[in-house]
């Protein structure tokens, strides 16, 4: 039996699909580096595919941004810059800004009651000091109010900025003091989504990004000194 022209077509493209869910998580994870060298011959080799699925992957993840391809020279990872960093936190906060502002107007009390649970996470991740664990609780914050705010669109663009801030491998809460800062900040959101207050929502969630920007250049500034001393 002779496949049919949408059924290869199926296939082809959940295999570059399957190639560059796998190329992001290495990317993410520190095994494709920063400005690292995209060796499509052994990457064909070690995945057992040809070059077209590959190719088609690259592509996916150019258009994402994680990926550069330069005539004659191949693929590479982006590095993102400071001035990147500078130009998509404006973006980013305006964004989730907005998310929050609906999910004000939009949350039910069982909303409100899930939010309250991840917030008891993250204070107590806070008291004790556990970084790692109150990233997990941050990014599920963030996450639940952009969901509430029932805006593809939003969830869309934020998550495509999102993969690119992954890139920089930002650690901005061991910043002095920024620990019990970003939990201020959380809580001033999460007061506001209790108060039903869409602008208010709107402002300290904006708030809430542009600090976690300042937090990032004191932590770089405090490296550069320490590089020099």
């Not at 039996?1 to 560059?20: D, G, I, K, W, Y």
């Not at 190329?23 to 494709?32: A, D, K, N, T």
């Not at 932590?219 to 590089?227: D, E, G, T």
Request: proline share 3%; glycine share 4%.
């Amino acid at each position: 039996m002779v496949s049919s022209p949408v059924a290869l077509r199926s296939v082809t493209e959940s295999l570059h699909s399957e190639v560059a869910a796998q190329l992001r998580q290495r990317i993410f994870s520190g095994e494709l580096a920063p400005g690292a060298f995209v060796d499509e011959v052994a990457l064909c080799e070690e995945l057992e595919i040809s070059r077209t699925p590959l190719r088609e992957a690259l592509k996916v993840l150019a258009a994402e941004g994680l990926i550069r391809q330069e005539p004659r020279r191949g693929s590479f990872v982006n590095e993102v810059t400071e001035q990147d960093l500078d130009e998509i936190f404006p973006v980013i906060a305006l964004l989730e800004g907005r998310c929050a502002h609906e999910a004000a107007l939009k949350s039910t009390d069982a909303d409100l009651v899930a939010l309250a649970t991840l917030h008891e996470r993250l204070q107590k991740a806070a008291k004790a000091q556990r970084i790692n664990d109150y990233y997990e609780a941050n990014f599920a914050i963030h996450e639940a109010i952009i969901l509430l705010a029932n805006n593809k669109w939003l969830a869309q663009v934020i998550g495509d900025l999102r993969k690119i801030l992954k890139l920089a491998r930002l650690q901005q809460l061991h910043a002095p003091g920024r620990l019990q800062q970003s939990l201020s900040e959380h809580m001033a959101v999460f007061a506001a989504l209790q108060a039903r207050d869409a602008q208010g929502a709107e402002a300290a969630m904006r708030t809430h990004l542009t600090r976690q920007r300042e937090a990032l250049r004191e932590l770089a500034r405090n490296q550069k000194s320490r590089l020099v001393v």
